[in-house]
């Protein structure tokens, strides 16, 4: 992995900014995405749910309750 020296924070930060466009941009968001998807993974099925009853809405939420993290 390569060092890299600035003089300044202004210069540090400027070298980190990627433009639109800039094909090292996709890979960076993608790790970003990737990795907060295995941090907080979904734990219900996506979309709207409709129920009859409050008491059907409970069961089903109860079903999908979060896991304890390890």
Known sequence: MPVYK??????????????????????RLESVLGMGSWL??????????KFRTLEEAADWRAAWKPKPRA
Do not use: K, M
């Open 40 to 49: 907080f993974p979904r734990e219900r099925p996506p979309g709207v749910h």
């Open 6 to 27: 600035y003089r300044t924070h202004e210069e540090a930060h400027r070298a980190r900014w990627l433009e639109p466009g800039d094909p090292r941009l996709h890979r």
